[in-house]
T-cell receptor, first 116, second 114 residues
Framework: DAGVIQSPRHEVTEMGQEVTLRCKPI?????LFWYRQTMMRGLELLIY????????DSGMPEDRFSAKMPNASFSTLKIQPSEPRDSAVYFCASSFYGGASMGGYTFGSGTRLTVV | DQQVKQNSPSLSVQEGRISILNCDYT??????FLWYKKYPAEGPTFLIS?????DKNEDGRFTVFLNKSAKHLSLHIVPSQPGDSAVYFC?????????????FGRGTSLIVHP
């Protein structure tokens, strides 16, 4: 298995533009998570899905952020419009059964977003 | 409010010595704890975990200690190697809504000098 695949690896965009981050989870995993990493807040959970259904989006910072999971093999995180304070590394992770036990999370390599 | 706190943003250690990374938590409902390791330009990877029914778990050079009364856990790396240089994230979870979704700390950057 190729692991969790995220694209793009790097994204530089101008303030006000729409940004779409993509994630392909590991086949068979039924949970998908979007995290954001910043120096100030560490790894923050933004939203997670179970069987393609959003379960908890309380970590999404603002209405500018939205996430979808149209099928078991694909998810997107969209920021519209983007702002400089959105600059961070965004990680996608997937797991079985919520996966925290036995360290069952597998993270992608992340997307480094820079909004100028 | 941070429920999982890693108060040392960085730690520098000489090769061969012990590295001790600390983590404190505030939520008494947490009953499972994990450490993840992250190299630059990569995602975090699972390192070691411990259940609240234990106070120690060991895996090779890595040992995690849990002090429930103090709501404190620590990761010991003995002996430290330059390849251990990475950011270490502490995470804690408790069963909520039928699943365990961990809360992560801010991370501690470990540098092991040759």
């Amino acid at each position: 298995d190729a692991g969790v695949i995220q694209s793009p690896r790097h994204e530089v965009t101008e303030m006000g533009q729409e940004v779409t981050l993509r994630c392909k989870p590991i086949s068979g995993h039924d949970y998908l998570f979007w995290y954001r990493q910043t120096m100030m807040r560490g790894l923050e959970l933004l939203i997670y899905f179970n069987n393609n259904v959003p379960i908890d989006d309380s970590g999404m910072p603002e209405d500018r952020f939205s996430a979808k999971m149209p099928n078991a093999s694909f998810s997107t995180l969209k920021i519209q419009p983007s702002e400089p304070r959105d600059s961070a590394v965004y990680f996608c992770a997937s797991s079985f059964y919520g996966g925290a036990s036995m360290g069952g999370y597998t993270f992608g390599s992340g997307t480094r977003l820079t909004v100028v | 409010d941070q429920q999982v706190k890693q108060n040392s943003p960085s730690l520098s250690v000489q090769e061969g010595r012990i590295s001790i990374l600390n983590c404190d938590y505030t939520n008494s409902m947490f009953d499972y704890f994990l450490w993840y390791k992250k190299y630059p330009a990569e995602g975090p990877t699972f390192l070691i975990s411990i259940s609240s029914i234990k106070d120690k778990n060991e895996d090779g050079r890595f040992t995690v200690f849990l002090n429930k009364s103090a709501k404190h856990l620590s990761l010991h790396i003995v002996p430290s190697q330059p390849g251990d240089s990475a950011v270490y994230f502490c995470a804690a979870s408790g069963r909520s809504g039928g699943s365990y979704i961990p809360t992560f700390g801010r991370g501690t950057s470990l540098i092991v000098h040759p």
